[in-house]
């Protein structure tokens, strides 16, 4: 019994040592997984540095025509700080993304951002900030918010309920993708579907936009919007310009 | 002799090695069992000493390869662990073409990844894995590829079936997840096969969509969730016909409750036996989607290694763990604020 004892001992010891032991081995690699992050933002740094003065010749040229919706989604938390919000919707004009052919589309954004950011769309401005300052006459925005994903499904399956089982219904209706993308039409909810969206945000996570319009969308983190780089725009677009999709 | 999983309790962090000896016939034949409760896995490895040859060495190896993974899931399972990890498989043909391989083989080379991988996921103490295996849009390939491709899922779907493989030992349950009665017979009675036959299993789950996209998932919830209600109203008109009323009020239910709500489309999704992501892996290095599991992908972390499909690895499973345990107060907190 005392040997059985001491035995159970040197087990639970021996235990709660290695317990310990495994703990101290994963904070430390969580250590080096943060310094080596450290280490490549230092050096994202100095690339979109060199990016924005367009000393990267590769980069001085992006065939912008290729985005014809662009999709920004910034996180709730830190979409509070509106300087920096119309700031990317400056650089984003600057870049010719926002012409009147094209859409920006937003997400994240609360009630007084979004009344600000609209004033953009009446005026005429000279954008600076970069090399591509460029005469902008109309800017096209659209807001989106979790309300336009899966609540919007939810009416726009209501909507399909009224039209299509009415009392006397002789054959059961058999609903399509086009059906749905109509009456998300109907209730409101329609849109193009971005070809790029880009996610200001401490993860790479689309955050909830409106799952029936990112099918095929590329998703990029930029990264934090506090530390946001003309840069890192201007190289999320000419990476997307390279994109091939097969659709199938 | 492979063992299946021992029942393993929650939290329970105790290491437990025993060491079993067993002589028979002038052969030494060392069994060893790790129950590791932590991690939520069992390994059983046997080395053979019956003399020097290529069969043991390679066992040696393997046994080796997986003590040392045992030991990284072992740090990995310190923090936060995901519950559910999707794959896209992506890269298949170019890794053929690559590697100078004959049409189909970076397909099988793509399925020996996703045994591999499955595996992995298995010993971390993932519980729910999904895979993106064939989309609707995949149709749209050449005939004679898209047969071919039939052909295989079939093959690889009743290999997985058989008693001794890998889904059966470590007791997985299968899903196949889509709409399955755009495949053939053939394919279509393989996969009812394979879900009737792994409906035992409780371990982890193995979500495989096939003839899938969230869009028709989507548009299949709606129409269900509209086939409950009105199945709901022509009941209840039945009720009324044959002179059971029931007041609107004392059924609990009046003409506003008849609507579909968003936990009605929830339920009907297919992947509503699972839940929602919290990783999504996408190789190739594409950074889209596909039409995969756009509604449950709202807070999961996306990682689109550049590594083709059949080049995936342990290390891109341990890179991606770790990222997820880096944000994983960020992401729990924006799944709350939803």
Redesign the interface.
């Known amino acids: 019994m005392d040997l059985g004892n001491e035995v159970q001992k040197i087990l639970s010891w021996t235990s709660v040592c290695g317990n310990l032991a495994l703990h101290l081995i994963w904070l430390i690699v969580h250590l080096i997984i943060n310094v080596w992050y450290s280490a490549l933002g230092i050096a994202r740094v100095v690339e979109n540095t060199l990016i924005s003065s367009g000393l990267l010749k590769s980069y001085n040229a992006i065939n912008i025509s290729k985005v014809r919706y662009l999709a920004v989604v910034i996180d709730s938390e830190e979409a509070r700080q509106t300087s920096k919000v119309l700031e990317l919707l400056r650089w984003l004009a600057s870049i010719g993304v926002l012409k009147k052919s094209q859409t920006a589309i937003i997400e994240g954004l609360n009630k007084s951002q979004k009344a600000t950011a609209s004033k953009i769309k009446s005026q005429e401005a000279i954008v600076e900030g970069s090399n591509h300052g460029t005469l902008v006459e109309h800017v096209d925005l659209e807001f989106v918010s979790f309300a336009d994903s899966k609540p919007a499904v939810a009416k726009a399956a209501n909507l399909l309920f009224a039209k299509h089982y009415a009392s006397t219904i002789l054959e059961k209706p058999n609903f399509t993708e086009s059906d749905i993308s109509e009456a998300l039409q109907a209730v409101g909810y329609g849109g193009p579907e971005p070809d790029l969206l880009l996610v200001y945000g401490p993860v790479r996570c689309h955050l909830g936009f409106p799952a029936w319009r990112i099918r095929y969308t590329e998703i990029v983190h930029i990264g934090p919007l506090k530390s946001m780089k003309f840069g890192s725009l201007i190289k999320a677009i000419h990476k997307f310009t390279k994109v091939h999709q097969n659709y199938g | 002799m492979v063992q299946k999983g021992a029942p393993l309790h929650k939290g329970a962090?105790?290491?437990k090695i025993t060491t079993h000896w067993k002589v028979h016939n002038h052969s030494m034949t060392i069994q060893s069992e790790k129950v590791d409760l932590?991690a939520r896995s069992c390994i059983s490895s046997r080395v053979d000493m019956e003399g020097v040859n290529g069969k043991s060495v390679g066992h040696l190896f393997e046994n080796i390869s997986s003590f040392v993974r045992q030991c990284i899931f072992?740090?990995?399972?310190?923090?936060p662990v995901p519950s559910h990890i999707a794959f896209i498989m992506d890269g298949n043909r170019r890794y053929s073409k690559k590697q100078n391989l004959l049409d189909g083989d970076g397909h099988r080379a793509g399925f020996s990844a996703l045994i591999n991988m499955l595996k992995y996921c298995y010993e971390l103490g993932v519980k729910y894995t999904t895979v993106y295996a064939f989309?609707i849009?995949?149709?749209?390939?050449r005939p004679g590829e898209v047969a071919s491709l039939m052909k295989l899922m079939q093959e690889k779907i009743d290999e997985l079936t058989q008693e001794e493989s890998i889904v059966n030992r470590l007791g997985i349950r299968i899903y196949f997840q889509g709409n399955l009665k755009l495949l053939s017979d053939c394919v279509r009675s393989a996969a009812e096969r394979a879900m009737v036959k792994t409906s035992g299993n409780s371990r982890a789950v193995l979500s495989i969509c096939v003839a899938y996209?969230?869009?028709?998932e989507?548009?299949h919830a709606?129409?269900e969730?509209?086939?409950e209600?009105?199945d709901d109203i022509r009941k209840r008109e039945v009720n009324n016909a044959e002179g059971n009323f029931v007041g609107l009020k004392e059924n609990g239910k009046d003409e506003n409750e008849h609507?579909?709500?968003?936990t009605?489309?929830d339920r009907h999704l297919y992947m509503s036996v699972c839940p929602d992501p919290d990783i999504i892996i996408r190789t190739s290095g594409?950074?889209?989607?596909?039409?995969f599991l756009?509604?449950q992908?709202?807070?999961?972390?996306?990682?689109s290694p550049t590594a083709l499909w059949p080049e995936i690895g342990l290390r891109h499973l341990i890179r991606v763990i770790?990222d997820f345990?880096?944000?994983f107060l960020?992401?729990k907190a924006?799944k709350k604020?939803?």
């Open positions: 962090t105790l290491r932590g072992s740090v990995l399972n310190v923090g989309s849009d995949n149709f749209k390939r996209t969230s869009t028709d989507i548009v709606v129409q969730s509209c086939e209600i009105w609507r579909v709500g968003l009605d489309v594409a950074t889209r989607l596909s039409n756009l509604w992908s709202a807070h999961c972390l996306l990682y770790l345990q880096r944000n960020y992401l924006k604020q939803s």
